[in-house]
């Protein structure tokens, strides 16, 4: 059975920081891009960053220079590292593992930004 298990969200102030995991169990995590997704309240989920199996990362326009994606495949752990956090930023944050043929979700992390 696959899993994908967020954890990290939680109440931020305006500029402050957040570090989200995602913890993979059930696949050879080491053979699966990883990639982080948010959705806020009435709008459509929208990719933040991705991760290859090298380790080549990208991310939307969004959040670059202020968030960064990383792996580490001995712990089946993809994280999240978010800085300079703005109102913006709150959404329900999701874990997604994908090969050319699967993909699997997490149940998502909720990260709200608020004063």
């Known amino acids: 059975q696959v899993q994908l298990v967020e954890s990290g969200g939680g109440l931020v102030q305006p500029g402050g920081s957040l570090r989200l995991s995602c913890t993979a169990s059930?696949?050879?995590?080491?053979?699966?891009?990883m990639g982080w997704y948010r959705q806020a309240p009435g709008k459509q989920r929208e990719l933040v960053a991705t991760i290859t199996t090298g380790s080549s990362t990208s991310y939307a326009d969004s959040v670059t220079g202020r968030f960064t994606i990383s792996r580490d495949n001995a712990k089946k752990a993809v994280y999240l590292q978010m800085n300079s956090l703005k109102p913006e930023d709150t959404a329900v944050y999701y874990c997604?593992?994908?090969?050319?043929?699967?993909?699997?979700w997490g149940q998502g992390t909720q990260v709200t930004v608020s004063s």
């Open positions: 997604n593992a994908r090969r050319v043929s699967s993909a699997y």
């Open positions: 059930g696949i050879t995590f080491s053979i699966y891009a």
